[in-house]
Each structure stands twice: as C-alpha cells, then as structure tokens.
C-alpha cells in the first residue's frame, strides 16, 4: 500500500546563516625593516595563514608593533571575517586594477587600514558595484581649528599668542586659559585679507553660540566665516561653539568643517559606494595595542681616566591604550550584530551599534554637531536643509553610551539628488550582496543552452535568496521577469525589489481631548 510520510521541522528563532560572502579588504603597512616585497593580494581565513603571509623572518616586525597588523589578526580570530590582505608602504601601491577584478576577489567591504584615504577605494568599490568603501579620518588627524590660510583640514594653528582649539563645546587659548561667555577685548586683530596681524586693533569674537575674549598674541590667521578674529588662527578672538554649515566654497571654521573637508578630499566622486565614520577612538584592548620603542641611554664616566661614555639601549613598550580607526569600529560592530542579525540590518543605533572594543573616543561630538555631520536634503518638512554628504558619527548617546549613530553612505544629498534607498547603507549593503549573487549564477550558467530549463534553472538558483531577503525585512517584495535580448547569446532578466528602509526619524502628536469619539 502506498505510504505517505510527513515531517515537521521548526527553525524558528534561529538566524539563517548567510549566502554571501563577508571578506574585507586590509592594507597592511610595511612594517621598518622589512625588505620582503610582498604587494600581492592574499586571502586568508585565520590567523595562521596571516603569519604564513607574512613569514616566519619578518614576523617579529609585525607582531604587536603594526597596528593594521593587529587589526587583521583581531579581525580574523575575535570577528570571524576572512580577509584580502596585502602588505605596502603606502596607498599609491596598492594595486587598485586587480581590486577590481569581480572573477579573482569577492569582497564586502574595503578599508584603508592605517594610510590616509585615497579617493582609490571608493572608485574601487564604485567600479566593482558589489561592495562598499569604509573610511575615517587619519590617526594624525588634530580635532582642532583648520588654518583659515591655508584650508588644510587637521593642522593646528600656532600663532605667537597660543593655539586655538576646541573641546566640549569651549573655546581656550595658551596664554589665558579659559575665556569668559561675554565680553570685549582690545590687542591686536587679524587682517582677514593678508592673515597678518597689526597692532592697537579691537576685536570681538562672536557667533550663533557664545561670545568670548580674550587677550592673543600676533597669529597668521584672519577671520574665519561670519567671525572677526585677532590672530587664533581660523577662528577669530575667542570664539565658543561656532556655526555648524560651513557654506560650498569657504574654509572651514569649525570642527565639522574640518572633518568634512578631510573627508570630501578623500572620498572623490564615488560616495555612493563609500561610508564615513568619525571620531576615531581609542581601546584598552591589550591584543589592539602596538608597541613601541623606548630609547633608554646611559651615561658612564670611568673614574680612572674620566672618559665618558654614553649607551642608547631601544626596548618595546605597550600602549596602555591604542587610537583604532573608526571604520574599524563599524566592522567590530557588524561582525558582531551578524552573529543574531541579518546582515542587511543597519548596524547603527542601540541594537546593533555598540562597539564592543571602544573605551573612548577622540573627540566628543555635540548634538549640534552630530546634525552637521549627518547632511540630510528634508527632515521632517525643513526641505534644503544642512544639504551635502553624510557622515555617520561615533557618539556618546544616553544611555547607550559610545554607538554608531548613522546608516548613510557619502551620497550627497541636496536640492537636485534627494534622499533615495542608495542613500542608506545597509540598503547599500544589501544591493550588493543580490548583485553578488546574480553574478554567482551568471558565471554558473556561462556556456549553458539559452532556453528556457536555463531560465528556470536561474531563477532557482537566485530566488532562495530573494525569499531570504523577503522573510528577513530586507525586501517588502520583488519580481523576476525574463526581457526580450537585444542580442544573440544573451539571457536578460530583471529585478524589481522594494527595499525596507531604516527608521531615522519619528513624528508623534500628543492631542488632548475632552471626548474621544471625536478623534478620527
């Protein structure tokens, strides 16, 4: 007799691994010593084939004393990535041309490592479509006042009064500590033409935030934008927490004017393929920490001939703490959101934002800042407002503290290019991770006869995972269809998905009534 057998199987509350691949693309700096040319791409899947990379020889120059070095192996046995590593001296050596290249590297993610970004990686990611471009700013980067003179994002400015400089929203200056909210001073005022200084001038600091003075020496600086300055530099005489948009065309003047032109010289044109996260930050995670050298010399007088001798002994010491760029914090944090998430979930806000390794950051950012840095073309109806490129800031939010508080790529948004998915960077994420898999099944079926089993055949292979995407709250929902080729030799299909964005914003009216059956 016939038999029918039925089973019952419940995968619920399980997370399904996912389809796509989360290789990240490494530069290592070459560490001092190190002859060994070895600018090839290798991948590597654990710790072991690091060390076999780099070799036996050259090992102790890498080990605890090259950050990216650190990074990778910390990359590789905490965060569970494959890696595409190579091992240079600078970014103009990697070999961007063979990035490209879809048939030899799958890759998620690209970052920068140690080196000051180049534009390199977002056309990189650009070019290949499948993959996103991870910058922050160089660990030399000043969290300071940029030199109005010159524009040139990070640099201090040394005037002969002090050094003017910004932190938790106050303005203070070497010479005369801490500056009062309001008041006048008179001393030499910087010419906002020429940058030099003349003496017997007034000067008054002042903009949307607080006013302050304060006595300054003779600097090279003039006034910044909307400010009248005595030679601090870009900021003009004791100015607090000063405008947040810097306007298309000016010098920087603030903090968020210095990020944002650091990051625009990077980035280029691709920012549809790139992320920008800032402040770095720094972690007390022993295996994170470099070493490095300490000279010790001693000096020796021999009694009998009183001739002096002087030694120079250079030991390894360990940092108790270690600046991490902040790009890498994001990838700490999606390793770790993965484990329980889907990875086309933002990894941003309370849930999926906290980086495990953080212990500070850099530089605190202030509410106000964090809104400059976060450019969006409409808010809740304030259409045009703070327009540009988004950054996603690494920030102290009650009572999460230090999180990941943005899900933008660099897209810039304006009047002419409004908000759309691609702004967004799981969505980003998570249109390359389809794109990697129709390139999968294309390469699959090359050479298969075009008709319609090979039709099938494709939609089978590309579908699983567009369900995966539906029932995980990736996709709302999509359709597949077949279009007409304009060429022999061709099968041509179409994908239109709705994606599910991630909430930013929250609208809520409080109404009070003295009859409910009147609300609609």
């Given at each position: 007799?016939p038999k029918?057998?039925?089973?019952?199987?419940?995968?619920t509350?399980?997370i399904?691994s996912?389809?796509?691949?989360?290789?990240v693309?490494?530069p290592?700096?070459k560490a001092s010593?190190?002859s060994t040319?070895?600018a090839?791409f290798?991948h590597?899947?654990s710790?072991t084939?690091?060390?076999?990379?780099?070799?036996?020889?050259?090992?102790d120059l890498y080990?605890?004393?090259?950050?990216?070095?650190?990074l990778c192996?910390?990359?590789?046995?905490?965060?569970n990535l494959d890696?595409i590593v190579?091992v240079?001296?600078?970014a103009?050596s990697?070999?961007?041309?063979?990035?490209?290249?879809?048939s030899?590297y799958?890759?998620?993610?690209?970052?920068?490592?140690?080196?000051?970004?180049?534009?390199?990686a977002?056309?990189?990611?650009s070019?290949r479509?499948?993959?996103?471009?991870?910058y922050n700013?160089?660990l030399?980067?000043?969290?300071?006042?940029?030199?109005a003179s010159?524009?040139?994002?990070?640099?201090?400015?040394?005037?002969?009064?002090?050094?003017a400089?910004?932190?938790?929203?106050?303005n203070?200056?070497?010479?005369?500590?801490?500056?009062?909210?309001?008041?006048?001073?008179?001393?030499?005022?910087?010419d906002p033409?020429s940058?030099?200084?003349?003496?017997g001038g007034t000067g008054t600091?002042s903009?949307?935030?607080?006013?302050?003075?304060?006595e300054?020496g003779s600097?090279?600086?003039?006034?910044?934008?909307?400010e009248?300055?005595?030679g601090?530099?870009?900021?003009?005489?004791g100015?607090?927490?000063?405008?947040?948009d810097t306007p298309t065309?000016t010098t920087?003047?603030?903090?968020?004017g210095s990020?944002?032109?650091?990051?625009?010289?990077m980035?280029g044109s691709n920012?549809?393929?790139a992320?920008?996260?800032a402040p770095?930050?720094?972690t007390?995670?022993?295996t994170?920490?470099?070493e490095?050298?300490?000279?010790?010399?001693?000096?020796k007088?021999?009694?009998?001939?009183?001739?002096?001798?002087?030694?120079?002994?250079?030991?390894y010491?360990?940092n108790?703490k270690?600046?991490?760029p902040?790009a890498?914090?994001?990838?700490l944090a999606?390793?770790?959101?993965i484990k329980n998430?889907?990875e086309?979930?933002?990894i941003?806000?309370f849930?999926r934002?906290i980086i495990?390794?953080?212990s500070d950051?850099?530089?605190?950012?202030?509410?106000?800042?964090m809104?400059?840095?976060q450019c969006?073309?409409?808010?809740l109806g304030?259409e045009?407002d703070n327009v540009?490129?988004a950054?996603?800031?690494i920030?102290?939010?009650?009572p999460?503290?230090?999180?990941?508080?943005g899900?933008r790529t660099?897209?810039?948004?304006?009047?002419?290019?409004?908000?759309i998915?691609?702004s967004?960077?799981n969505?980003r994420?998570m249109?390359?991770a389809?794109k990697?898999?129709?390139y999968?099944?294309?390469?699959k079926?090359?050479?298969e006869p075009n008709?319609e089993?090979?039709?099938i055949?494709?939609?089978?292979?590309v579908?699983?995972?567009?369900?995966?995407?539906?029932?995980g709250?990736g996709?709302?929902?999509?359709?597949?269809?077949k279009?007409?080729?304009d060429?022999?030799?061709?099968?041509?299909?179409r994908?239109?998905?709705?994606?599910?964005?991630a909430v930013?914003?929250?609208?809520?009216?409080v109404?009070?009534?003295?009859d409910?059956s009147?609300?609609e």
């Amino acid at each position: 007799m016939p038999k029918i057998k039925i089973t019952e199987t419940d995968k619920t509350g399980k997370i399904q691994s996912s389809q796509i691949s989360n290789t990240v693309f490494v530069p290592i700096k070459k560490a001092s010593g190190d002859s060994t040319a070895r600018a090839e791409f290798m991948h590597v899947k654990s710790v072991t084939d690091l060390e076999n990379y780099i070799g036996t020889t050259a090992l102790d120059l890498y080990k605890n004393r090259v950050l990216s070095y650190n990074l990778c192996t910390y990359l590789l046995s905490s965060a569970n990535l494959d890696l595409i590593v190579t091992v240079v001296n600078d970014a103009a050596s990697i070999n961007w041309t063979a990035l490209k290249d879809k048939s030899l590297y799958d890759i998620r993610f690209i970052t920068i490592g140690e080196f000051e970004g180049v534009s390199d990686a977002a056309a990189t990611a650009s070019a290949r479509g499948d993959c996103v471009a991870l910058y922050n700013l160089p660990l030399n980067f000043t969290y300071s006042l940029t030199d109005a003179s010159t524009g040139s994002g990070g640099s201090n400015v040394t005037p002969a009064g002090g050094v003017a400089t910004i932190a938790d929203d106050e303005n203070t200056e070497a010479g005369d500590p801490t500056l009062p909210e309001t008041g006048d001073s008179s001393g030499e005022t910087g010419d906002p033409e020429s940058g030099e200084s003349t003496e017997g001038g007034t000067g008054t600091g002042s903009d949307e935030g607080e006013s302050g003075a304060g006595e300054s020496g003779s600097g090279e600086g003039g006034t910044g934008s909307g400010e009248s300055g005595s030679g601090t530099g870009d900021s003009g005489n004791g100015s607090g927490e000063a405008n947040k948009d810097t306007p298309t065309g000016t010098t920087p003047t603030t903090i968020v004017g210095s990020i944002q032109a650091k990051f625009n010289s990077m980035v280029g044109s691709n920012g549809e393929y790139a992320a920008c996260f800032a402040p770095n930050f720094w972690t007390t995670v022993t295996t994170l920490c470099i070493e490095e050298p300490k000279d010790t010399t001693v000096t020796k007088t021999n009694a009998r001939n009183k001739r002096t001798t002087t030694t120079t002994t250079v030991t390894y010491e360990k940092n108790s703490k270690q600046q991490i760029p902040a790009a890498f914090g994001y990838l700490l944090a999606y390793a770790n959101a993965i484990k329980n998430n889907p990875e086309w979930y933002a990894i941003a806000g309370f849930e999926r934002g906290i980086i495990p390794e953080l212990s500070d950051v850099l530089y605190d950012l202030s509410s106000a800042e964090m809104d400059a840095l976060q450019c969006r073309a409409a808010v809740l109806g304030d259409e045009g407002d703070n327009v540009g490129a988004a950054i996603n800031p690494i920030a102290n939010i009650r009572p999460a503290g230090y999180i990941i508080y943005g899900n933008r790529t660099y897209r810039t948004n304006d009047a002419a290019k409004k908000t759309i998915a691609q702004s967004f960077l799981n969505i980003r994420n998570m249109l390359s991770a389809i794109k990697k898999k129709f390139y999968d099944a294309s390469r699959k079926f090359t050479f298969e006869p075009n008709n319609e089993l090979l039709w099938i055949r494709f939609q089978n292979y590309v579908t699983p995972y567009l369900e995966q995407l539906v029932n995980g709250n990736g996709l709302l929902g999509y359709k597949l269809v077949k279009v007409k080729p304009d060429a022999k030799a061709r099968l041509h299909c179409r994908l239109v998905a709705i994606p599910i964005e991630a909430v930013e914003d929250f609208e809520i009216d409080v109404i009070l009534v003295d009859d409910l059956s009147l609300v609609e």
